[in-house]
């Protein structure tokens, strides 16, 4: 069975739902009804979590990422865009009207 539940009830009562995943039940988490993530019971036999580089070796297989050969150079750090607006109070905006 798969229930929806919204991320403040979630936060609210974390070990009332990780019991209920225990016992195999599957968790959707909702942000505004939105569906952003499943919370499932781990096959105990799988194997535990890999380092960090065992991960990025797997995502570039996959071609989800692509690894530098190089540093980058000084002059492209200094390129820095200007931006002219001020992103905290689009931010701020953008939020205000629930977007």
């Known amino acids: 069975m798969v229930?929806?539940?919204?991320i403040a009830e979630l936060?609210?009562?974390l070990s009332y739902y990780l019991r209920r995943?225990?016992?195999?039940?599957s968790i959707l988490v909702c942000?505004?009804?939105?569906?952003?993530?499943r919370i499932e019971r781990v096959d105990p036999h799988a194997p535990g979590p890999e380092s960090d580089?065992?991960?990025?070796d797997r995502l570039e297989r996959r071609g989800v990422i692509r690894r530098g050969t190089?540093?980058?150079a000084r002059q492209w750090l200094a390129r820095?865009?200007?931006?002219?607006?001020?992103?905290?109070a689009a931010l701020l905006r953008e939020r205000d009207e629930g977007r």
């Open 3 to 6: 229930r929806p539940v919204k």
């Open 11 to 13: 936060k609210n009562r």
């Open 21 to 25: 995943v225990q016992r195999g039940e």
């Open 31 to 37: 942000d505004r009804d939105r569906v952003i993530a």
């Open 53 to 56: 580089a065992e991960w990025l």
């Open 70 to 72: 190089g540093k980058l």
């Open 80 to 88: 820095r865009p200007t931006v002219g607006a001020d992103v905290v």
